[in-house]
């Protein structure tokens, strides 16, 4: 095991498929020349040169069409956009032909796709580049929604999503190319769809994924100070969604708080109630709380954003609110 | 126009009800949602309650009247109304005292009685909703706890876990305390009903007994291996298998699963075993209706959940009504055998003991073993000793063979 962070942890993945698989490269906006907007890609068009590592036009739905098509003939593009929130130009692209093409004709062609994008607020970036809209595209079949919230899960799964024939969109917070973590030597991939627990507990389970891990970890220690002992699940991957260690771990706690950093309505939180209610009923022992976003318009000043956005303080205040 | 209040329609099967009491009278005032009276059906004594606001204008039925369902019992108004024009439109429709030629009626003629059905309280001696949180009721339902005795912990005093958690050293059922001197106890309703019905079963129904040991170590091996397939909620307990059991026998005695009806036995098309279940202050029979034609889980699943409504106070009709034979076990007591009454107007009743690791003699050789006993109650009115002894031969068969039961 070595100590990397998040951006080197994605960067290896990708270098190291590209080595691997010739039929695999890069587009988007300022990832050749420059090295990509968060420095994932740096190096990567010395290395490769420009015909594997494709600098774009500003246009989303260039970046994403010609991905599409690309990989319809059988190569693996990975396209980068520069954040989710300029997916929403490319959503037709994204929800209407990525997610569909294989069911529309009949099985006949595959998707061998991966969308990287940064979703998340926390850098006072403003209203419209700041949203965590990722339960948007967990909404569609056809399309997995990978979330990864350690530097070990983001390159395995990064490696599996390159290597899948089946569109992916791979959402990196933008607030975490910095965290540190352990990840193992060589090469290992991690299955999409695999839900985690990332810390061990036997009086709450805290479900969350990407930046709501890392404040969901703080806040268990921070419970642990009171002698709370919270479970931790990292849901890994939005869509397909593994409830079986969820449902596993809350017949265990019968109590539970979800953390997403989006907006509570209709949200992550929302769908892991209803099914947590849908499938363990007996089991449970408190009303189960959400913790997430203000519904409001992420505002640029760095108080109020941070007010809006939720907080360590928010999470431990919910699970007492639970016990 | 005033509005009406009619007969509720309480079971599926509910053709009429008798009015028992008027709670409110006429000039009353009236909420939405007020109890205005008391129904008798022929399995439950109902509250019924006003769907609208008003002035109750006009009692239509006396107490005492069987109304078929739907029918108008009462008006409710506005003070001032003018309830004549409705009155003289429905005086040539004189309020029906009922006349459906249901199984039920024919049994109630015959026998002379048409309020002696198997009648259980089921919203009257329920207490107002109860605060607890699913898991706790599971809990409270699965170790025999009142709900009523806990005292809640949480939010707004809800009861949960640890709450059940602290009762488990002290079951509440233990903890009667002594009494310092003697006391006049009024028996609940449900206590009532099972006295009026158990003096007519014992009175009128001649009793006669068959009791029989089964061996059953495949049985308890069966139920073993189920179980360690099935996740907690779902295990089985030897009352499903018996059911399974008692249903399957009874398709080949049909003359068991019957009703003396006057002149006539009616032998039922269905068998719906009727499960005696103990609650606070008595006794219910849930019904699990074609038992024979259900699998084990889905027997088992259902008991369970009509079990967990009746000890909770919200069984529902259908849960109650419509059994064609009855099981009473006391297995869970280390019971050797004991000899039940049976539950009119059924035939009869069994009664299962508990399985004891005893000493078996099998030819000239002692071996260790597992038996339970079983005794079947039935009118004689209706079956002979020979019937009765052959249909626990069938039984034997099942809980003896229990692979049968997976196949049958």
Same mark, same amino acid.
Do not use: A, F, S
């Given at each position: 095991m070595t100590k990397i962070t998040m951006r080197e942890a994605i960067s290896q993945a990708l270098w190291e498929e590209m080595e691997k698989d010739p039929s695999v490269f890069i587009l988007g906006e300022e990832v050749g020349v420059w090295g990509g907007t968060y420095a994932v890609t740096k190096g990567f068009y010395d290395h490769f040169g420009a015909d594997r590592v494709k600098d774009t036009p500003i246009a989303e739905s260039v970046i994403v069409g010609a991905a599409i098509g690309a990989a319809l003939t059988g190569v693996r593009p990975v396209a980068e956009l520069m954040t989710i929130n300029f997916a929403f130009s490319a959503m037709d692209h994204i929800v209407n032909q990525a997610a569909k093409l294989h069911y529309m004709f009949g099985g006949q062609f595959v998707l061998p796709l991966v969308i990287r994008v940064v979703s998340g607020g926390g850098r006072q970036l403003g209203a419209t580049h700041s949203q965590t809209p990722d339960v948007v595209f967990a909404h569609f079949p056809g399309l997995k929604v990978v979330t990864p919230g350690t530097p070990e899960d983001a390159k395995g799964l990064l490696k599996t999503a390159i290597r899948s024939n089946d569109p992916v969109l791979f959402i990196e917070h933008a607030?975490?190319?910095q965290v540190r973590g352990d990840v193992p030597e060589g090469d290992y991939t991690i299955p999409i769809g695999i839900s985690k627990v990332q810390r061990t507990g036997k009086d709450v389970t805290i479900i969350s994924y990407s930046k709501g891990l890392e404040l969901s970890l703080l806040a268990a220690d921070e419970l642990a100070k009171d002698g709370i002992e919270a479970e931790v699940l990292d849901l890994r991957t939005l869509r397909p969604l593994d409830m079986e260690p969820v449902i596993s771990s809350f017949k265990k706690t019968n109590r539970a708080v979800v953390i997403e950093e989006g907006w509570k309505s209709f949200g992550v939180g929302a769908e892991i109630c209803a099914r947590i209610y849908e499938e363990a009923f007996d089991y449970v022992d408190a009303p189960i709380k959400r913790v997430a976003q203000k519904e409001v318009p992420l505002p640029y000043n760095k108080n109020l954003e941070q007010s809006a956005l939720p907080q360590v303080a928010d999470i431990v205040a919910a699970v007492k609110e639970v016990l | 126009m005033a509005d009406i209040v009619t007969m509720p329609k309480l079971g599926f099967d509910m053709k009429e009800g008798t009015l028992v009491r008027w709670v409110r009278h006429e000039g009353e005032n009236v909420v939405k949602?007020? *109890?205005v009276a008391e129904i008798e059906t022929d399995k439950a004594t109902v509250e019924v309650e006003s769907g609208f606001g008003g002035? &109750?204008?006009? *009692? &239509?039925v006396e107490p005492g009247t069987v109304v078929p369902i739907n029918a108008p019992i009462a008006l409710i108004g506005s003070d001032d109304e003018d309830i004549s024009i409705w009155m003289a439109e429905n005086a040539t429709s004189e309020i029906p005292t009922g006349h459906i030629e249901s199984e039920k009626q024919i049994i109630a003629e015959k026998t002379g009685d048409s309020k002696k059905g198997a009648s259980f309280p089921i919203s009257s001696g329920v207490p107002a909703r109860i605060r607890i949180s699913p898991l706790a009721r599971l809990l409270a339902t699965e170790r025999g706890i009142p709900l009523d005795k806990l005292e809640g912990s949480g939010p707004g005093g809800r009861i949960v876990r640890k709450d059940l958690d602290s009762n488990l050293a002290t079951p509440v059922r233990q903890q009667a305390s002594r009494i310092e001197e003697d006391l006049k106890v009024q028996p609940s309703k449900l206590r009532q009903i099972i006295r009026r019905r158990m003096v007519e079963a014992k009175q009128t129904i001649p009793h006669f007994y068959v009791t029989r040991f089964f061996d059953v170590k495949r049985l308890l091996d069966l139920r073993m291996q189920m179980n360690a397939a099935l996740p907690e909620s779902d295990k089985i307990s030897i009352n499903d298998l018996v059911v399974k059991a008692t249903a399957l026998s009874l398709r080949e005695f049909p003359n068991l699963n019957s009703s003396l009806q006057g002149e006539f036995i009616v032998q039922f098309a269905d068998v719906n075993i009727g499960v005696a279940v103990a609650v606070e202050g008595g006794l219910m029979t849930v019904v699990c209706r074609h038992a024979d034609e259900k699998s084990i889980r889905t027997i088992s699943n259902e008991i369970k959940q009509m079990v967990s409504r009746a000890r909770s106070g919200k069984v529902r009709s259908e849960d109650i009504e419509g059994s064609t034979f009855s099981i009473s076990n006391l297995g869970m007591y280390e019971v050797y055998e004991f000899i039940a009454i049976i539950n !009119? !107007?059924?035939t009869a009743i069994l009664s299962l003991g508990s399985a004891f690791e005893e000493a078996i003699v099998e030819n000239g050789t002692v071996k260790p073993g597992w038996r339970m006993r079983a005794t079947i109650s039935v009118d004689h009115r209706v079956s002979d000793g020979e019937e009765a002894a052959r249909f626990m031969r069938s039984l034997a068969k099942y809980l003896e063979q229990p692979v049968r039961l997976l196949i049958d």
């Open positions: 607030t975490m190319y | 949602g007020d *109890i002035v &109750l204008r006009k *009692i &239509l !009119p !107007p059924e």
